[in-house]
Structure formats: structure tokens, C-alpha cells
């Protein structure tokens, strides 16, 4: 962060069994008190039994917000699990993220398609919900189509530019992959509003400095930017 240049950044750790989540959120309350520059988000999984009493201890906690990886939890985002987790999550003031659209690790495999979240949008309450990888990682045809409306919030991370197969980070390609192109990528920040996107790098599997300076490299306003890269994610947390 220091090298980057990155005041605050948001950890989002993944339930990947409904056995892991207290832990989790034990430890992130733990690093939120003890972190300088760090806040770290819960983890709620669908099948926890507990889920009510959970997210309500979560809130206790002083956690801000809850991550969600369907993919990782092998459910689809409009099933009645999670749409309870965000109605509980609407009424007490936190924030859900979730991973969103496809993932480079199982291809192939959608459990938070845009039609999905579409779906479980119109079938939850009010809830501050945010959209990784712009929406929808390689879904942003329907993610343009269904989804402008609906007030989610929409985060950056690993979807502009190029997947190289010697790229720096986790993820390796055997040859280039496209995301979404600068033209692509401004006409999306425009149908949502600047004000609905959120600066992501995925850190540790993206560089960060990387993924600033390709948004400082695009043509937005300079009220756009300062949106982008701080003051929406400042509003939404503090």
C-alpha cells in the first residue's frame, strides 16, 4: 500500500464452509483494533445455521460489512439463502460485496450472474450492495443491460485492460485475455454514475500500483476520479 500510494484499503476474507465464519469475524474485529490503515469486512456463508444472530453479533463487532463468494459457497445469489442475508444485512446498516459474474479460477461456473443479482435485488429489501469486477467478471453485456437501475455499487478490480499470460499476481493465463476495454470500461462508470463506483485491485492477486495508475490513466473528470479513488468508498464506510 505504502509503494502504491493507498491511504485505506478494505480486507474481504471468504467463508468457504459455514464452519469458518465466526472465526473469521472474531479475527477481523480483532484486526480492525489493531490495524493501521486496514479495515476488514465479516464473512457470512449460506448454509451457517446461525445466520440471523451472526450478522446481528457482526454489527456488535463493529464490522462494517460482509463478503459473499457464491462461486466459493456453490450457491446461486438469488436462492433464499442469501436473499435473507441481505435483508438482515439491509436492516442492520451493513454492507454486503460479493463476488460477481464468472471467476478465472472455475471457468465456466456463474453463481452470481447479473440476472441473478437482478433477481435477488428485486426480491430483497434495501441493502448497501456492491458488485465486484465491474458488475460482473465477463458477464458486463448483461451487467450494461440489467443493472444501471437498480443503485448497486460496482467495484473495479481486475477488469480493465489485459490478463497476460506473464503478468504480475496469482492469476496466469495461457494467452491474453481481454476485459474490458477504456472505452467500455468509462461508458459502464457513466451508466451507473461515478458516484456508484468503487477504486479494487484485488490485492494480493492484482498490483495495486498497477491498478492505479490504470485508472488515473483514463480520461474521467477530476470529480470523477476523486469519486473513484476514495470519496464514494469514504461515505459508504465512515
Known amino acids: 500500500m505504502n509503494r502504491a500510494g ?30 493501521n490503515k486496514i479495515l ?36 446461486n445469489f438469488d436462492d433464499l439463502k442469501y436473499i435473507r442475508i441481505l435483508n438482515r444485512a439491509g436492516e442492520l446498516n451493513l454492507i454486503i460485496l460479493i463476488h460477481a459474474g464468472l471467476d478465472v479460477g472455475y471457468p465456466g461456473v456463474v453463481h452470481a450472474s447479473p440476472r441473478m443479482i437482478y433477481n435477488a435485488i428485486q426480491a430483497a429489501g434495501p441493502v448497501k450492495l456492491i458488485l465486484a469486477h465491474m458488475g460482473g467478471w465477463r458477464n458486463w ?9 437498480t443503485g448497486v455499487y460496482l467495484d473495479t478490480s481486475f477488469s480493465l485492460g489485459y490478463m497476460t499470460p506473464n503478468g504480475d499476481g496469482y492469476y496466469k493465463t495461457s494467452q491474453d485475455l481481454e476485459l474490458l476495454q477504456e472505452a467500455r470500461f468509462i ?3 457513466r451508466k451507473f454514475g461515478a458516484n456508484k463506483i468503487l477504486f479494487g485491485t484485488d490485492s494480493p492477486w492484482g498490483d495495486q500500483a498497477r491498478e492505479l495508475q ?3 490513466d483514463l480520461p474521467l473528470t477530476p470529480s470523477e476520479q476523486s469519486a473513484i479513488l476514495g470519496d464514494n468508498a469514504a461515505k459508504l464506510l465512515f
Open 40 to 75: 476488514s469486512f465479516g464473512a457470512m456463508h449460506p448454509d451457517f445455521p446461525d445466520w440471523y444472530h451472526e450478522l446481528s453479533r457482526m454489527k456488535n463487532l463493529g464490522l462494517k460489512g460482509v463478503k459473499l463468494h457464491p462461486i466459493y459457497q456453490h450457491t
Open 187 to 189: 461508458r459502464l462508470i
Open 214 to 216: 490504470k485508472i488515473r
Open 141 to 149: 453485456d448483461e451487467v450494461e443491460n440489467l443493472l444501471p437501475d
Open 6 to 35: 493507498i491511504d485505506y484499503s478494505v480486507l474481504l476474507p471468504v467463508a468457504t464452509n459455514p464452519g469458518q465464519v465466526s472465526k473469521i469475524n472474531d479475527g477481523a474485529a480483532d484486526l480492525n483494533l489493531k490495524a
